[in-house]
Structures are given as C-alpha cells and as structure tokens.
C-alpha cells in the first residue's frame, strides 16, 4: 500500500493521526495547537458548510459578520459566560511591532499598547449582544436570526487536529425572539437541523437530547446536543443549541417594546457546529484502509482508474472515460479521472481507498472490448463489473446505496453498544470499555460530578429521540430516586 | 423619504458613510476600527464570494485554511515584507485571562506570557510559504493553487467601513510554480479574473495595468492591480496580483527537485480581493436616493409592493404577486414580496430605492383588472406598464438591460474624466478636481515620490489594456525621456 495507516485495534488514537494525515485533510502549523486544513480537507468542509447554510437559511436565518476581536471588559459582563469563556484566550495587547533597538529581529513596540485588551472571540455572545441592542427597539424588530460562518480560537491544552484546536472554524447562529416559548421552539428547531444533517449527509446517526447543568454552555438555561458514538465506543458532542434565556439581552441591556408599548428583555438562543464534525467524519466511518466518505460530502464521488499496457491502450481507455465522466457528470456526480502515468493501479486504487472516494471505476482492454466497467465500492469494498450502458443509473444507485449502507453500519455498531445499566460495578467495568450505558440519574450535579471524578464518565445527554426511557427507578450512584435514564459515555 | 441620505455633490464622503449604514450594509462596532457586516451587506458579499470562488475553482485553484496567527520571527525573514507588513499589526502576547485580585472585573494573567509574541494575519505569505516547504519536494508537486477565504487584520489608524478597516474579509491566493513563467502567467492570468468579475459582475470598468515600483506589494517582483474610477473621481485599487518571484521561497527555503534532479527555488504569485469591493461596488452606482446594485449581485433583484385600500384588493393582489413570484422564480431571479401592512407604499419605494434593487414591480385594483403590472428600473428610475403575461420575459431582459447600463454608465463617466496632460502647472491644478491624468513618467521612485508629497497623486497603474500609451515623451515632473504614459489619481 501506498502509505501505511496505523490498524484501529492496535491504536485507534495513532489510527486517527494517521488518518488525517495520509488522507491529507489536515496537518499541524507551526502554530502550536493551529492545524492547516488542507486542500481535500477543506473540501469536505466546503460541502458541508453547503448544505447546512441552505438548511440554516430555509429556517430565515441570514448570515452576517461581526468582528474577530472582542473588548475584554465585554466578558466581564455575563457572569457565567466569563468563567466558562474568559479563560484561555488569546490575548491582544499591542498593535505595534518595532525593529529591535538593541539587535537583530523585530519586537513589540512598548508604546503600543491597547488601553483595554482586545481578545480573539471564542464565541461572539457577547460582541453580537452589545450589537442586537442597537438592531432592536421594537417587536417589529423581532425576531433576529443571524448566523455566521468564521474561526473562534479558544487556548485549548491539548489539542488533536479537527477535535480540539485552538483555532477552529465554524458558524454560529445568535437568535433575537419576542417570547421564551419562541426562543425555546427556535433552539430546538436548529439542534434538529443539526440531526438531520448528521444523520442525512454524514450517515452519522446521533442522539438529541438535553445537556445535564454540569455540561451546559457557560451563560444557558437550556443546552441541547447531538451525540455520536466513534468507532472506540467514546462519545463525540457534534453540534449544541442553546436556550440563552434572558441572560444576554440582560447583561448587554436589549429591551423592546411589546404590541403594547412594554419594555421587555429579548430571549436568546445560539448554535453551532464546527470543523470538529471532520473529526466525527472520520472516527465514524473510517476503516483500516482509510476515510470512508458518504457520498453526500465526498469531493469526488467516483474516480476512475485506467488499466493499461501500451500507450495505444492508455489512449483509448482514457478516451472511453472521458465519454464515461461526461455522462456521469450530467447525471450530477463528482468524477475524477486519475491518468498519472507514473504510478501503477494497485497503488492509485490504495491511494483512493485511504481518500474514502465512495466509488472507483476501472477500465482496461478487455472491458473495452466487452463494453463494461469495474466498479468498486468502498464502503464494503466489493466489485462487481457494470455493462457501461447502464452505467450511470447504476452509479446513482450504488452512492444512495452507499449512503445508506454507511449510516446503518454505524447505528447498528451504536446500537449493539449502548446498554441500561443499574450496577454501580457493573458500571465501572463497562464504561471504559467503549459502552454507552443508559442509567438511572438523581438529577443532581454532585453525582455527576463524583461519578466523573471516579470514572471519567459523564452525562453526554438527557435523550429525547433515541434511547428515551422514561420510567421510574434509583440514580446508579447515589441510589435516589430518578425519573429516567440518561445516556452516560467517556467523551472525546 | 423613509431615511434621508446626504446628496453626493454636498459631501460626497458623508454620502458614502449615509449610504453604508442606511442601506443596512454595515455598521461601527464597539472595537475600533472594525465594522459589523448586516446581513444586507453579507449578502452582497456572499454573491459576490460565489461567482468569485467559481472563476477561481475553473483556474485550478482549491481552496484550504491556514492558521490566524503568525509566529513574530516569520515577518523578519523576507526584509521586504517585514517593513511592508509587520507595523501596525494586533499582537497577541498572553493566553489568559484571570480575576482581578485587586478588585472587580478581569485582567490579564502576567503568567500567561506567551514565549513568541503571535501576530494575527495581515496576509498570509509567510505562514503559507512556511507549509509549503513540506507540501513540495519534486516538480510533480508543481503548481499548488490554493486560495483561501479568511479575515485579516491590519491595524490601519484611519478607517472607514469597507475601504480601510482594522478587520477586514478577503480571500488570498497562493500558488507555486516550477519557472518564473508559469508564475508570471499566473499573476496575469488572475488579475485577468478579477478584471472580469469587475467587469461583468460588478458593472466596474477598470483598468488593468502594473503598479508602479512604489506602490508594489512588500516582497513583489511585480504588482498587477485593477483600478477602478469614483464617482468623484478617486481611484480605488480594487484587486492586486503579485509576482513575487523566488523571494518567498528563499525566505523559507522551499526548494522542488526538477525533472534532472536538481534542487531549484520555487516560484510564487499571491493574489486577493477583499470586502473593499463593496465599497467600490456602492461608490460606483450608487446615487442621491441610495444604492444601485448591478443585478448579477443584488441578494434581491425584484421586489414587489403591493398597491391597496382594503383588506380585500391586498389579499387578491397578495395572492395575484405569489403567483407571478413562482414564475419570476422558476426564471432565476430572486424575488421579494414586501407584505408589509404598516408601511404606506412611498415609504416601502424609497426603502428599496435605498437599498439598490434592480427592479420593482407595483400592483393595484387597476392593474389586477387589466392584468398589467408596472415595472420600475433602479437605475434610470423610469416606468413602464407590462402586461402580466409577457412579464417573465420582460423582466429577463431588463435586468440583463440594467447590468449593461450600469456598466456603461460608468465607463461613460470614467471616460469623461481621464485626460492626457503635459504639462506641470496643468497637472497640479486638475489633479485635484476628480480626473485621471494620463502623463509621461521617467520610471524613477524619486520623482513619484515628489509628485505625491506635492500633490498627492500617485500613479495608479501603468496601464496594459485601456489608455495604453507607448509614444515616446518627457516626465511631467523630471522632464526625463520617457516611453510611456502612465495613469495617475488620487487615490482611496
């Protein structure tokens, strides 16, 4: 093989890395914690920023920008968004870079500095707020719906590429609304956009549900998430919608005036995926030849390899796929023909397989006589040989068939690792061995918190769509009464 | 009028800034310097980022993210780029923030210093050319295209929204290439694109020409720019292209093996527009009622207002302009009922007059009876009468009509006010007055040096496809020979 990819089971970390890498979707900078997103990286974030900014604007939503810095003293002003946020940050103190005076080399200019400090936004609650309150006078003015698309930087530890980097890219929907129950009605209708495209595009099925208190965003009432299960049995938090409350329209003053003349706070929400859903991408599905894509984000969906001896035989077989990739393309498919001449097939086919192309097409002279093709698929990586006539319905058909195999594969895989547990043994045995396990909670955040501490465990969420369970019985912990079953699982 | 906007011949700047927040394009923010970009505007920008990114992709090119910040030593390596660049800049010194000890509210951790000071991006060259020394080893890694979509920061003393901000939106390209030709035939090969995008999108006449030495990027062999004409005769420098030669690739040492196997320097273009193309876009068309935007990027190309006195005429014509929506859709364009129920219809005509909207249909009783609707053009502010079966048609044309108009309205403009001039005095009394003044230049930094300190005026560009002028003559100021004449103005 062309590059060699760590095996899941050997190490399913060391796997992760290789994979991003060999995939070349992303690489370390020389920007501690900041990755390169790399040109086929970033394709696959292309395609998903499409589809979600269409589902995002059929909800009204219209993106907007607002700036990259944000004054410190704005932090200071939502008392629990300053703790959850106002932490590890990069900090702007100068504006000013000077040659140095006393050697070689440049230096910061010392008389440069910034009367208050400026911080790069690791979310723009605070910066959008302070702005709403200008947009906002009337309930004609409402609702607001604003989303956008841009990086956040947050001074993480430890960082893995796409999972946790100090700067990241994402959008982020900041909602203005007239009454709570609207508010909570839009915060849920977002998370459910994010379900459906995880669950449509990615083939990743997930679970909806609510966050404990203790896993809440810093500064909501309410945190909604979908969940997704990697291929290690840990959990992945893959996009959160927040029910704000009037916490923001509180600190930053938003008021309007009611149909009868009123002044009201504004009800808030937000929500937001990030380039973290590449990681969920990868863990999901990947096997230990490479990415497995789902056709709806692959940038190219078939790729087609010509098999060949002579240059008289590369010639007609390119020829041939070149009629064949018209077809395809005006069936809407992303083709790529792949005719270096300097590499042999069985290491272009590899080189294809680790890039997780769904399909790949060969052709060589005797299926040129014949008239058929080769087809690949690499979610099960089959072959079966295609009469080229019916080529391009029977593409179609195989990427919906991809696209769904994908999925399935992965709710069967979570499905067959997620269980009810009500043994506290039991639970410390389990849980460390890639298990969701639906337990019965007291509903306070001291439990949580001990069984964290005892096992690294949390409350990934309350769920509302999938594993709901609502029935009597006593917090796996502390053995008081709990109404029901919340999903506990490590987390990434 | 719903919101007054100064008149151009009044203030023309105080126009633009009416304009700018009137139109609900943009706004100041609470940070200095940095704007919030409405979603009116985001969306004008969006268009504009899709045809772009589409001519782009047709190049080769692919696009990628690259880290915000920059390690300080980065801008010491290439001398040039490091006086062009590394001045005014938001430096990030500290990755934390802690609780005042000595009192309320937050400051910055001094423990928390960073050991290398982190510049965010002015442009992104150094950290880019500081990846692609890993990326490329041999010619067959040759070209890499990559563009990138991003914010960047310059911390620019003087601002004003969209011409010269603090944070700003752009895309950068940067490609490598094997021979100095391949590179330069790339830089020309993208300010080609942009003069297009101007030109046909925009409804902007430029001029496509090289910078002169003084006004190149800092660590270009060459500057290629399109120079677009204000209203009040300003230029604006509204796209550059560099060639810059092998300075990056010595500054980082990025050397590729050639076909023999020898160890070459790469070859470099950067390349980039940014949200300054909606100033351009606004100080271009736009007049005494506001905005005029070329269809090709108007986020709403027809709004329809509805004509009525009782709730019965509103709710026929509603449904009537629903219908003829549907159609005016299904041909491509982008429609906009304004349903407003408490906006008298002079009101809703100089809102959208306001905003630029191509086209605004009317309906009333009389034009439901005789199934006619009335059409009015943004641009000439004329009228007509169609009738409601030929209006798919009609309106197809007429915008293609307006896109056309617009252009050669400038272009008429634009013409009118570039003259040759020869002659000092001449040249020192019309330069101020809103004119390009085509003269002969001896080629020296010295005398555009002192041309500038006189007047102000700076040669925008020595012009390759319009006003070209190869006739030998002598320097307006020098009086030295020269072969040419170039374009100067006064520049934004």
């Given amino acids: 093989m062309a590059k060699e990819v760590t095996k899941r089971a050997e190490n399913y970390s060391q796997w992760y890395s290789d994979l991003v890498v060999k995939a070349d979707l992303a690489e370390q900078s020389a920007v501690r914690g900041c990755m390169v997103i790399k040109p086929y990286g970033y394709a696959i974030w292309e395609k998903m920023q499409g589809v979600l900014d269409g589902m995002f604007k059929e909800t009204g939503a219209k993106n907007a920008y607002f700036p990259l810095f944000i004054p410190k003293s704005f932090f200071s002003r939502e008392a629990e968004h300053v703790a959850g946020f106002a932490k590890e940050c990069a900090v702007v103190t100068h504006h000013r870079l000077m040659n140095n005076p006393d050697g070689p080399g440049i230096v910061v200019d010392p008389e440069a500095r910034l009367e208050e400090e400026l911080i790069v936004r690791p979310t723009s609650e605070t910066i959008i707020w302070s702005t709403y309150k200008n947009w906002i ?9 604003c989303n956008q698309w841009c990086n956040v930087v947050r001074w993480e530890m430890r960082t893995r590429p796409f999972l946790r980097t100090t700067e990241f890219l994402w959008q982020e929907g900041h909602t203005a609304h007239a009454t709570a129950e609207e508010a909570e009605e839009k915060a849920w209708e977002m998370v459910n956009v994010y379900a459906k495209f995880a669950r449509e595009c990615m083939s990743l099925p997930v679970i909806v549900g609510h966050k404990s208190p203790n896993e809440r965003f810093a500064g909501a009432l309410d945190t909604l998430t979908i969940e997704a299960m990697m291929q290690d049995g840990k959990a992945l938090q893959s996009g959160t919608s927040h029910f704000l409350g009037q916490n923001f329209a509180k600190s930053f003053d938003v008021k309007f005036a009611d149909s009868e003349g009123n002044l009201q706070y504004v009800w808030a929400t937000s929500w937001g995926v990030s380039t973290r859903l590449m990681g969920a991408l990868i863990m999901a599905h ?5 990415l497995v894509l789902p056709p709806a984000l692959a940038p190219i969906q078939v790729v087609m390899v010509p098999i060949y001896k002579t ?17 395809l393309l005006a069936g809407g498919h992303s083709v790529e023909i792949d005719d270096r001449d300097t590499l042999r097939p069985g290491f272009k086919f590899a080189e294809w397989e680790l890039k997780g192309v769904p399909v790949r097409l060969a052709i060589g002279p005797r299926d040129l006589e014949g008239g058929t093709v080769e087809v690949h698929r690499r979610d099960t990586m089959e072959k079966q040989t295609v009469p080229l006539e019916s080529l391009v319905g029977a593409i179609g058909s195989l990427l919906d068939d991809i696209q769904r195999n994908i999925y399935a594969k992965a709710l069967a895989f979570r499905d067959s690792n997620v269980e009810k547990c ?39 969420c309350i769920p509302v769509d999938s594993y709901v369970c609502e029935e009597e019985g006593r917090d796996i912990y502390s053995g008081k009464p709990s109404p029901r079953r919340v999903v506990f699982g490590i987390a990434y």
């Fill in 137 to 145: 006078k009337s309930w004609r003015d409402l609702p607001v719906l």
């Fill in 286 to 290: 990947g096997d230990d030849c490479g």
């Fill in 311 to 327: 240059p008289e035989e590369r010639s007609a077989i390119i020829e041939k796929m070149e009629e064949v990739k018209k077809g």
């Fill in 422 to 460: 009500d043994d506290w043994e039991e639970f410390k045995e389990k849980i460390g061995t890639g298990k969701f396990l639906l337990c019965h909670w007291d509903g306070t955040a001291e439990t949580e918190q001990k069984i964290k501490d005892e096992t690294k465990a949390t409350i990934r």
